[in-house]
């Protein structure tokens, strides 16, 4: 019997465009597969899991917030990326067995391309990243398998972030990795150092508001705003502002969202497609959506 159910799993469920670009792209692959808002607390997770395994209709889920972190132990196995990461945000179902896999990885690596030197050599070798959730595990993980020399992780739950730092303490033995509280004067030291800048936090999504007051953003940036759903945020204005090079969360939506619906199909669906269904949720002309990089 043919997988028919794709549970997306989180707490709370929130209206994003990320259902309606996955069902347009599982249409297109031509999977009569059905997306389920499952809202579930962090407690219920695993029993979620469990339901999912035993039964052969579920192609797999989906892993929102907050539980991508909190998906490993509960996988019967991890691709390379999950385990490095330390998050979870697509299963696959094979066999009453669920596979962990971090899709969000491939789309930090997009969104970076967009906006650091083609020459991989000449990316830069410091940054700062803001938030410490799931999405904030897919960017240190790459950046520590780019070579970046000195990461700093600033939430405004220092715990979170130290959690965050302890988890890639093997992986980042080469390098300096540090969690930072949020405070205006430690983003200001840590900004000038870092060449790049990655928001991987929801601070002032909601608002249209920036994370940081624009006087601690200095000249010649990169910014990397994961920010989805606005063509340009206040703090890629204050980035641009300084003669920054800037990128929103697009293009690493666009790849996350290709490579989840391999996962799940075993076809990579057409970009042309994901960027229409994308245009579409967002209500915006598809012509000024970010373009994904190799």
């Known amino acids: 019997m043919p997988a028919t159910r794709l549970p997306i799993i989180g707490y709370p469920i929130i209206q994003t465009p990320h259902e309606g670009v996955l069902r347009a792209a599982l249409a297109e692959a031509g ?23 035993a039964d052969e209709a579920f192609a797999g889920a989906i892993i929102a917030s907050p539980h991508k972190e909190k998906a490993p132990p509960l996988s019967d196995a991890l691709s390379d990326d999950a385990r490095v990461s330390g998050a979870v945000n697509v299963f696959v179902r094979v066999d009453g067995r669920l596979r962990g896999y971090n899709s969000d990885m491939d789309g930090v690596r997009a969104g970076l391309v967009a906006i650091l030197p083609r020459v991989r050599g000449k990316w830069p070798r410091n940054a700062v990243v803001l938030g410490a959730g799931g999405g904030a595990r897919a960017v240190v993980a790459v950046l520590i398998g780019s070579g970046f020399k000195h990461v700093a992780v600033l939430n405004r739950h220092l715990h979170r972030a130290e959690a965050l730092v302890t988890h890639f303490s093997r992986a980042a033995r080469h390098m300096e990795l540090r969690a930072r509280p949020w405070h205006d004067a430690i983003i200001e030291a840590e900004l000038a150092r870092a060449e790049l800048l990655v928001n991987a936090s929801d601070l002032g999504v909601g608002e249209g508001a920036s994370p940081i007051p624009a006087d601690l953003m200095p000249p010649d940036r990169y910014l990397l705003d994961l920010v989805l759903n606005r063509p340009s945020t206040p703090l890629m204005e204050q980035a641009e502002a300084q003669g920054g090079t800037v990128a929103n969360g697009q293009a690493a939506f666009l790849r996350a969202s290709s490579e989840t619906i391999k996962l799940l199909t075993g076809r990579t669906p057409a970009a042309e497609v994901l960027r229409a269904a994308l245009a579409t949720e967002l209500g915006v002309p598809e012509e000024t959506l970010a373009v994904v990089g190799d």
């Open 31 to 53: 999977a009569e597969i059905v997306i389920e808002p499952w809202e579930r607390r962090p407690h219920q997770l695993a029993e979620a899991l469990k339901e999912i395994r």
